[in-house]
T-cell receptor
Framework: EDQVTQSPEALRLQEGESSSLNCSYT??????LFWYRQDPGKGPEFLFT???AGEEKEKERLKATLTKKESFLHITAPKPEDSATYLC??????????????FGPGTRLSVLP | DVKVTQSSRYLVKRTGEKVFLECVQD?????MFWYRQDPGLGLRLIYF???????EKGDIPEGYSVSREKKERFSLILESASTNQTSMYLC??????????FGDGTRLSIL
């Protein structure tokens, strides 16, 4: 069974204090790994797609990397507006396309001024 | 930019009512999804549609049905609302093998 775990569950950083969020996955095959940001009371906002080990994507203070078993979301010099829950999801091959998206539980990030 | 619009941000209904949640996407995506999100349980797939009039059950379809009469619109129906269906409901759409794009959600309270 495909599984996605994320760590830590919650993270508090001071403004400017860089850190990384982890997404570990167990899938029969990987079609894509996706990172989302979710603000309270809103839907997830798509950030990145990664398809193969070694791939990296960047957007402002965020950089996502991928290995064969995990992905990291690196946050460099975060600002309070980066506070949100970050979700990781994987898409694996299989008969039931809709059920082959598996979301992790998320990491709740708080950046203090 | 992809736009997924859910008809209501907040909705309050009574037990036993039939409830309709509407979702519209403007990018001609083949796939549309309905999830519910509850604290500690994450995102759980209710139903998925890969084409007009086509649907597949997700992980928690009991008590729900869906309708997709047009490509851009996907409706979630609670046949007889119960208090355990109080939740945040999220609609998403995607082209094949691409990431899903979500609406802002409907926070549904069943009293």
């Amino acid at each position: 069974e495909d599984q996605v775990t994320q760590s830590p569950e919650a993270l508090r950083l001071q403004e400017g204090e860089s850190s990384s969020l982890n997404c570990s996955y167990t899938v029969s095959g990987l079609r894509g790994l996706f990172w989302y940001r979710q603000d309270p009371g809103k839907g997830p906002e798509f950030l990145f797609t990664l398809y193969s080990a070694g791939e990296e994507k960047e957007k402002e203070r965020l950089k996502a990397t991928l290995t064969k078993k995990e992905s990291f979301l690196h946050i460099t010099a975060p600002k309070p507006e980066d506070s949100a829950t970050y979700l990781c999801a994987v898409h694996s091959p299989g008969e039931n396309y809709g059920q082959n998206f598996v979301f992790g539980p998320g990491t709740r990030l708080s950046v203090l001024p | 930019d992809v736009k997924v619009t859910q008809s209501s941000r907040y909705l309050v209904k009574r037990t036993g009512e039939k409830v309709f949640l509407e979702c519209v996407q403007d990018m001609d995506h083949e796939n549309m999804f309905w999830y519910r999100q509850d604290p500690g349980l994450g995102l759980r797939l209710i139903y998925f549609s890969y084409d007009v009039k086509m649907k597949e059950k997700g992980d928690i379809p009991e008590g729900y049905s869906v309708s997709r009469e047009k490509k851009e619109r996907f409706s979630l129906i609670l046949e007889s609302a119960s208090t355990n269906q109080t939740s945040m409901y999220l609609c998403a759409s995607s082209p094949y093998t691409q990431p899903q794009h979500f609406g802002d959600g409907t926070r549904l309270s069943i009293l």
